[in-house]
């Protein structure tokens, strides 16, 4: 095994020993809430995620992310880097690290060759190695179904302005 992927194991594992978010937080009243409950059963992964939005001039931003979880090291270290990125994030960013972090999970082990969209997912290239591996994109995958779930039942990507495409 080579010292970069020592390197990026020793990530995933200091993750999973010290999850950020980890605990749900009530929210705020005047916030917006959603919560997810979200399985992988092939693995037996679970995470419950809820998010707190706070709606913006300008948008909404993303002011906190909190969950429970059980499962593999990957599930779980995942679900704390995603925590790590997204919080305090708008609602806009939130969309671009999604699409970037599943970008990074769908190269078949090669990485992404953007340097600018690598230093925004900061810790999430730790996963790298990962996206070898079918069975263990989905663990991956999993916070961040969590996420994309939650922030559809808060209601804040639906009166997003400028939210739409057309
Ligand atoms: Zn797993």
């Known amino acids: ?82 925590t790590e990125l997204v919080t305090g994030q708008d609602l806009r960013e939130v969309e671009r690290l999604d699409a970037a972090f599943h970008a990074l999970m769908g190269s078949r082990g090669k990485g992404l060759d953007d340097e600018e969209v690598l230093d925004a997912l900061g810790d999430g290239t730790a996963f790298t190695g990962v996206s070898q591996y079918p069975a263990r994109i989905k663990c991956a995958l999993l916070g961040w179904a969590a996420l994309k779930d939650s922030l559809a039942r808060s209601g804040a990507l639906a009166d997003r302005p400028g939210g739409s495409d057309d």
Do not use: F
């Open 1 to 82: 095994m080579s010292s970069l992927q020592n390197l990026y194991q020793q990530v995933i594992l200091d993750h999973a020993k010290h999850p950020h978010g980890h605990g749900l937080v009530d929210v705020p009243s005047g916030h917006l809430a959603g919560e997810s409950h979200q399985v992988n059963t092939t693995c037996g992964d679970e995470v419950t995620l809820r998010v707190d939005v706070r709606s913006t001039d300008d948008g909404a931003t993303l002011e906190r992310v909190s969950w429970e979880g059980q499962g593999c090291s990957i599930s779980q270290a995942s679900a704390s880097v995603m």
